[in-house]
Each structure stands twice: as structure tokens, then as C-alpha cells.
């Protein structure tokens, strides 16, 4: 969660330099509740002591409004389809939301 704040930051700061401006906060969608209460949680836990400046950026740019996160359940992670191994019915439910109706039609 913490890179990909980093690159939203960076894409606003660019689009700053071309004078767009973004006001709404940017959204940043996990499957993990636990990262999600880490992030959004200021109080650490004897189980967090690990984490160190990634947790602590990703907490200022929810403070400072600048993302929301937000958590999209497992069966809806997009991601999936490319980094776990999927039941049938699921992995055809992700690949249909990407748009690939027919894997072996002709280019």
C-alpha cells in the first residue's frame, strides 16, 4: 500500500506540473483488513513493531486526505487472476471484469 501511495503521489505531483489539479482524495483498495487497520490505526500493537517508515507514510497520507483506503474483498481482487491460483468459477468471474471474453480468438 505504501508504493503504490508513492506513485499516486508522484502522478499528482505531475499532474500538478501540467497545471491539472486533483482535489478528491485518491483511493487505494486492499484485501487485507489487517493492513488496513495497521494504516489507519495511529496506536501500535506489540505485534507491529516492525514496521517502520512505509507504515508511517502511508498513515500521513490518510490523515492528510491525500488517499482513502478502502477494502475490496477477495473475491473481488483483481489481482488475483495474475499472482494466486483461482477455482474456475472465479478466475472466468476476474477475467470477464478485465474484459477478455475469448483467450484463444485470433489477433
Not at 499532474?15 to 488496513?36: F, G, K, N, T
Not at 507491529?48 to 492528510?64: G, M, N, P, T, Y
Not at 487472476?81 to 484463444?104: E, S, V, Y
Request: aromatic fraction near 6%; charge should be positive.
Amino acid at each position: 500500500m505504501a508504493r503504490v501511495t508513492s506513485e499516486l503521489k508522484w502522478l499528482r505531483g505531475l499532474l500538478q506540473c501540467l497545471s491539472v489539479y486533483v482535489r478528491d482524495s485518491m483511493r487505494v483498495y486492499c484485501d487485507s483488513q489487517s493492513a488496513l487497520h495497521l494504516a489507519k490505526n495511529p496506536v501500535f500493537h506489540e505485534r507491529s513493531k516492525h514496521i517502520e517508515v512505509d507504515c508511517h507514510f502511508l498513515r500521513d497520507a490518510i490523515v492528510d486526505g491525500t488517499i482513502v483506503a478502502s477494502h475490496v474483498p477477495t473475491g473481488s481482487q483483481l489481482a488475483d487472476i495474475f499472482t494466486k491460483l483461482l477455482m474456475a468459477t472465479q478466475f472466468i468471474a476476474l477475467r470477464d471484469k478485465l474484459g477478455i471474453h475469448n483467450l484463444h480468438a485470433s489477433t
